[in-house]
């Protein structure tokens, strides 16, 4: 029930290409949806986050797309660039205040 | 600002050793969090501070004692660690008891136990 599924592990896409993230959830008491990046040695960094009661959002480059009836969100990285090579965790989290984060995935941006 | 601090960046120590980590945020925040995290795994829970008390312990062994002096800072003290017990710490905040809080993560620290 506390699980966020994540998909794919690891993915590799090309300059300019789209990077799509998936990720799916049981427990329907989580409200917030946050994405975070991180590089190599460094924390994870707040990209961009979403409320079940909107779809979509976006920000720049990247959008989350929600569907509550599905349970499933997924962030959309559109002319992904080689600066984006990272590993992206999705999250949610209820009332509780407490993250629970998928298990994450390797993007490659090739050149 | 939206910065949280870790120091020391690296830390190398003994199984007899005792060291500690330190965190600080200075945005006002009144939860700050300790995450464990192994490579290539997503950060595991293991304390949750709200107004400086400690409302969450995640099943964490005593070897691990954390403590918040004030609202601005959280310390995590170790001891007797275990070479398994090597990974990244990384410290968190975020503002409040709203229940979309942001957490902000520091850098964190890279601890290797001998």
């Known amino acids: 029930q506390q699980q966020v599924k994540q998909s794919p592990q690891s993915l590799i896409v090309q300059k300019g290409g789209i990077s799509i993230i998936n990720c799916a959830y049981e427990?329907?008491?989580?409200?917030?949806f946050p994405w975070y990046q991180q590089f190599p040695g460094k924390g994870p960094a707040l990209l961009i986050a979403i409320r079940p009661d909107v779809s979509e959002k976006k920000e720049g480059r990247f959008t989350i797309s929600f569907n509550k009836s599905a349970k499933q969100f997924s962030l959309h990285i559109m002319d992904s660039q080689p600066g984006d090579s990272a590993t992206y965790f999705c999250?949610?989290?209820?009332?509780?205040?407490?993250?629970?984060f998928g298990s994450g995935t390797q993007l490659t941006v090739l050149p | 600002d939206t910065e949280v601090t870790q120091t020391p960046k690296h830390l190398v120590m003994g199984m007899t050793n005792k060291k500690s980590l330190k965190c600080e945020q200075h945005m006002g925040h009144r939860a700050m969090y300790w995450y464990k995290q192994k490579a290539k795994k997503p950060p595991e829970l293991m304390f949750v501070y709200s107004y400086e008390k400690l409302s969450i312990n995640e099943s964490v062994p005593s070897r691990f004692s954390p403590e918040c002096p004030n609202s601005s800072l959280l310390n995590l003290h170790l001891h007797a660690l275990q070479p398994e017990d090597s990974a990244l710490y990384l410290c968190a905040s975020s503002s409040g008891p709203g229940i979309t809080d942001t957490q902000y993560f520091g850098p964190g620290t890279r601890l290797t136990v001998l």
């Open positions: 427990n329907t008491a989580f409200d917030y």
């Open positions: 999250a949610a989290s209820s009332s509780a205040r407490q993250l629970t």
